[in-house]
């Protein structure tokens, strides 16, 4: 039996534009008509180009303009839907149409369709996908989608920003179709054995790393490890491939969170320092970086110090805002607030404490309750640096 894509696609509205203008009467053809002639349109985007040219002997392929108003009345209108002047016709008309469909993969435009949308989504494909062609608001919640395909490297930071945190990038103005329609159908095929029922974990990430490019296999591999809580097995599978490093800088950021994990923190730095020379614009490395450091002792003596009013070692609270940094790193936010509240009972309000909590705040989306905790900080410790400088950029001081 074939499996189902159904695939939405955001045209440009300049590309629609100009395919209705050059045939008149496309608007009043059949829904399957206008979407042939949208797909194939020397207008149409290459995400419609490639989904059209997946082999149609392995799936059974749908592909819908998302944004298209007169082929999306026509399916609703065909299909006995007329109640479509609503303001949420596009969201209404993709639930439908997926109802319809009840696909095995589905792909959609986060900018779109977030985490609110396919949490209404049910039942929910074995296969969610992410096609990532713009930078979304970095508190958007993408995190229900499986994996992302990536149009340009340089949405790789915001994906993450997102929570989505198995990303494939395409490079599209640089890749052969043939090539990156081999990459897609690789890594869906991939993907889909990973979670047919029956088949053992183990030998669907085998499949799959085997099905992957080399680096993506590998990032896929290190970070399963890191997830699972084997930072030495992610370290030592990253350091028998440092050959892809020099082509691929970005690896350089799992290993410092391996090295982070296992307590090394000098490594981790330099990890981090190599990466931001040869990729000074990779907005993880260099937020983690900032983290590493105003974690790291401004005086020696301070890690010894005891607090004379609890009795706690400072190095016992010190451990747990570690462990919370390495949470948000991980996306992990009630894991961070959980290590905050326990260094909280220790009663001790140590430097970096309300700094920490702090991005935890910033990274749920809660400016202001962030903005409040670093000005707190500020008002313990005011020479701390960071907690200065991140609250300027918040605007929260001249």
Known sequence: MKQKILSFILFPDEALARAYAEDRELSGQSFEVQVEALCHSSHAPLSARLFTSLNSSTYELSVYPVNNMPSQVTWLRANGYHDFNSRQWMQETVRRQIDSVK????????????????????PKPQLVIAWWDRNLDEISDCSKYDLAFLEKKDFESNAHQCQVHHLFTLDLDRSPVHETVAKVNDVIQARLHESTPGESIEAAENDMQNALPPVDALVVEALSALNGGEPGRAKELLEENKALFQDHPELHFPHALAFARLGDLFQAKNELHELLQLRPDHVFGQQFLLEIEARAPKEQEALSTVSQETGVSTQEIDELLNQAIECLQCQDLSGAKDRIVQAKGFGANVRDL??????????????????SLLERELQLYPDNQEAHALLTKLGGVA
């Open 103 to 122: 696909p095995d993969v589905l792909c959609l435009p986060p900018s779109l369709f977030t985490n609110e949308f396919l949490g209404d989504v049910h």
């Open 354 to 371: 309300f700094y920490v909590e702090a991005l935890c705040y910033l990274q749920e989306g809660d400016k202001t309750r962030g903005a």
